[in-house]
């Protein structure tokens, strides 16, 4: 609620805490560090510790609250193990979770394989599903009111061809975002969704997409260019402040206007 806070606190994350998956490289770490620098305290994981420890330093470095472990989100027993660092960092309780760990798979349906389908499935939505689970109690002993926002993609919303089951997790992370979102809003618990087009990290340099393809899919985005993480991340650290505590089961596209076109 924000009622009876000044303009600065409906617009800060003083002394809040959260969980970013993903958070040594692209969309994960600009969360990280927007978060952060609006003064949360946060953990954050990936499978690559030397990659980790370089990022904690940095952070360290600017002044930054961070924290890092290893996880690899597609693993159960990994999740179980990173919540319990998260319940011992943060005293029992977690203020945001965002779900933003996530790869992609550039392949034609026809020709996806079982396992592709099963580490898609696992990486992206099961790890989405099974951490707000975990996270739920922590979220419940947040005396503010909690905050989760998925990382899902405008794949979720439009056909886009060789992405079939990366679009699938994506578009069962914006419904899951809705369903949470109602289960959850008697709990003070608040879920939202980023849908991104195209941004510029990894994911999308990836030399196994086809160039004619990302030559078209450009000449339909309105504003010509693909997004910067940091456009991707500042619009969650506005769904996580109180400044948004009316917003719930939202899907948002941050997008250059691809989706409108
Ligand atoms: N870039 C885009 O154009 C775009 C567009 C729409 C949506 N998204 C979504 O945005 C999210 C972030 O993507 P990004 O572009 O920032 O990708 P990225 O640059 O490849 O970064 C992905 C991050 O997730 C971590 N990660 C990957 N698999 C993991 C696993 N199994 N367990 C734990 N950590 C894992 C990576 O570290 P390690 O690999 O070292 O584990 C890295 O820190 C994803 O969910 C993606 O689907 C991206």
Redesign the pocket.
């Known amino acids: 609620m924000v009622a009876g806070k000044t303009r600065e606190e409906r617009w800060s994350l003083a002394g809040v805490t959260a969980l970013v998956?993903?958070?040594?490289?692209?969309?994960?770490?600009?969360i990280v560090e927007e978060l952060a620098e609006f003064g949360a305290r946060v953990h954050?994981?990936?499978?690559?510790a030397a990659?980790?420890e370089a990022c904690r330093q940095r952070w360290e470095e600017k002044g930054l609250q961070v924290t890092v472990s290893v996880?690899?989100?597609?693993?159960p027993a990994?999740r179980e193990s990173l919540m319990a660092t998260v319940k011992a960092n943060f005293g029992g309780k977690l203020d945001i979770l965002v779900?933003?760990?996530?790869?992609?798979l550039f392949k034609l349906a026809a020709e996806s394989t079982s396992d592709d389908y099963t580490r898609i499935m696992?990486?992206?939505l099961e790890?989405c599903f099974h951490l707000s689970q975990l996270a739920h109690p922590l979220l419940l002993a947040s005396g503010i009111g909690g905050s989760v926002v998925h990382?899902?993609?405008?794949?979720g919303f439009i056909g886009l061809p060789a992405l079939a089951i990366?679009s699938m997790t994506?578009g069962a992370m914006n419904q899951l975002t809705r369903s949470l979102a109602t289960e959850w809003a008697h709990d003070g618990i608040r879920v939202n969704c980023i849908?991104?087009?195209?941004?510029?990290?990894?994911?999308?340099s990836d030399k196994t997409i086809d160039p004619e393809l990302v030559k078209k899919e450009m000449a339909r985005v309105p504003m010509g260019r693909?997004?910067e993480?940091e456009e991707?991340a500042s619009m969650v650290a506005f769904l996580c402040m109180p400044a948004a505590s009316y917003m719930t089961g939202q899907v948002i596209c941050i997008d250059g206007g691809r989706t409108i076109t």
């Open positions: 998956t993903g958070g040594s490289k692209g969309i994960g770490h600009a954050t994981c990936s499978r690559n990659e980790l996880c690899d989100v597609s693993v990994d779900n933003n760990a996530g790869q992609s696992a990486t992206n790890s990382i899902s993609s405008i794949a990366y994506k849908a991104p087009g195209g941004v510029k990290t990894d994911i999308s693909i997004a993480p991707v």
